[in-house]
């Protein structure tokens, strides 16, 4: 179980990401006929990101004491403390600025500069942010593996 | 015809954001540095700490979302496309800068 939750929180994650960048590039050459379009991916991306939030926060909250243990004893200490305790702070700005992504693409971005330059601000900031949780969790994960097999060496 | 206002939930709840994102992160700091009073209650009042972090954020980024909205007769703070996007922008960059400056 908490290993397809583990699985599936990247997936969505990534997915989100990509809906970010989708409105960004959707954005810079809005249309009528694509601003439904904008708006569902921007409430695509909200969703994913929320769908990411209960999946990691469950696994987390339920789960990675036992990892949390193994990474805080080996080589890797800073795996969580550094990179899970930013994540896991991080993320929780991350959700709010993708909760707010529909709520700008919302304004007729065809014919509306000012609202196209907050949406394009917005996904833009989505998307580094995100792909920094992504690269944060693949050290946890690393942290994680090299205490294992240390563990297993007798190390 | 192209338009330059923006609508005043783009508005408010963007501010919103940008407050909600910097007091967040200076909670960070605040419940880290208090562990056996502020990180103490935060984990008695849901269980876990960062559950009652991620209900406080969602609370007040909806709280002062409607509250901006408010102003003006209802039409919303005033507040250009420029500044709010200064303000979002500078949210994100100052929050990540002060949770990853204390864990460092």
């Given at each position: 179980?908490?290993?397809?939750?583990?699985?599936?929180?990247?997936?969505?994650?990534?997915?989100?990401?990509?809906?970010?960048?989708?409105?960004?590039?959707?954005?810079?050459?809005?249309?009528?006929?694509?601003?439904?379009?904008?708006?569902?991916?921007?409430?695509?991306?909200?969703?994913?990101?929320?769908?990411?939030?209960?999946?990691?926060?469950?696994?987390?909250?339920?789960?990675?004491?036992?990892?949390?243990?193994?990474?805080?004893?080996?080589?890797?200490?800073?795996?969580?403390?550094?990179?899970?305790?930013?994540?896991?702070?991080?993320?929780?700005?991350?959700?709010?600025?993708?909760?707010?992504?529909?709520?700008?693409?919302?304004?007729?971005?065809?014919?509306?500069?000012?609202?196209?330059?907050?949406?394009?601000w917005t996904a833009g900031l989505i998307v580094p942010t995100s792909l920094a949780m992504e690269g944060s969790g693949a050290v946890i994960s690393i942290a994680v593996k090299i205490a294992l097999l240390l563990k297993g060496q007798g190390g | 015809m192209e338009h330059n206002e923006i609508g005043k939930y783009t508005r408010s709840f963007g501010l919103s954001f940008a407050i909600t994102s910097v007091i967040s992160a200076l909670l960070v700091i605040l419940k880290e540095s208090n562990e056996e009073t502020i990180l103490a209650w935060m984990k008695v009042a849901t269980g876990h700490h960062w559950v009652t972090h991620g209900l406080f954020n969602i609370i007040l980024f909806s709280a002062l979302g409607w509250a901006l909205s408010r102003p003006n007769n209802g039409q919303g703070v005033k507040i250009s496309a420029n500044v709010l996007v200064i303000c979002i922008a500078s949210a994100v960059i100052l929050s990540d800068l002060l949770i990853a400056g204390f864990y460092a």
């Open positions: 179980m908490e290993n397809v939750l583990l699985l599936l929180h990247p997936a969505t994650g990534g997915l989100a990401t990509l809906a970010a960048l989708w409105v960004f590039v959707d954005t810079l050459n809005a249309g009528e006929a694509s601003l439904a379009r904008i708006r569902n991916i921007s409430i695509a991306c909200a969703f994913l990101m929320w769908l990411t939030y209960f999946l990691g926060g469950y696994w987390y909250v339920n789960f990675y004491g036992a990892d949390k243990a193994l990474i805080k004893a080996g080589p890797w200490a800073f795996g969580h403390n550094f990179f899970m305790e930013v994540k896991e702070h991080v993320f929780l700005m991350l959700l709010l600025l993708a909760t707010y992504l529909p709520i700008a693409s919302s304004n007729n971005l065809h014919i509306n500069k000012a609202a196209r330059k907050v949406v394009l | -």
